[in-house]
């Protein structure tokens, strides 16, 4: 797993950002902040997230392939173009049906009071 940023000033695709690996799970940390981390991760086949519980909402975005989203006791097929939130505390975890590769949006709350310019 890459522990770097991406260079910032630059224009890149995000999913040349990360490279699949056969039988892994593997990351490319876009952007970290105080508030949140960005991360593209790429997942081969019949691989998985392990089944975690976040205090953060994740908001997960599919560029490429297909992926299932379980969520508690739910489960989502997400294709390529498609997007879904996952709950703060809410046990989840992402397996390849296809290989595939997500856009790992991670926003940390408590700071839902800050207002930032007016937005």
């Known amino acids: 797993m890459e522990n770097t940023e991406i260079e910032k000033g630059h224009v890149f695709v995000l999913a040349d950002a990360v490279n699949y690996v056969p039988n892994s799970v593997t990351s490319q940390l ?16 019949g691989k998985q997230l392990i089944e975690r519980t976040s205090p ?7 560029i ?4 299932e989203v379980r969520i508690e006791t739910k489960s989502f097929t997400v294709e390529a173009g498609q997007a879904i939130i ?23 709350s408590g700071y839902e009071e800050v207002i930032f310019n007016g937005l």
């Open 30 to 45: 876009i952007l970290r902040k105080a508030t949140g981390a960005v991360n593209v991760i790429s997942i081969d086949s």
């Open 56 to 62: 953060f909402d994740t908001f997960v975005l599919v």
């Open 64 to 67: 490429e392939g297909t992926a």
């Open 86 to 108: 996952i709950p703060a505390h809410a046990r989840n975890s992402i397996i390849g049906i296809d290989r595939f590769k997500i856009v790992s949006t991670v926003i940390k």
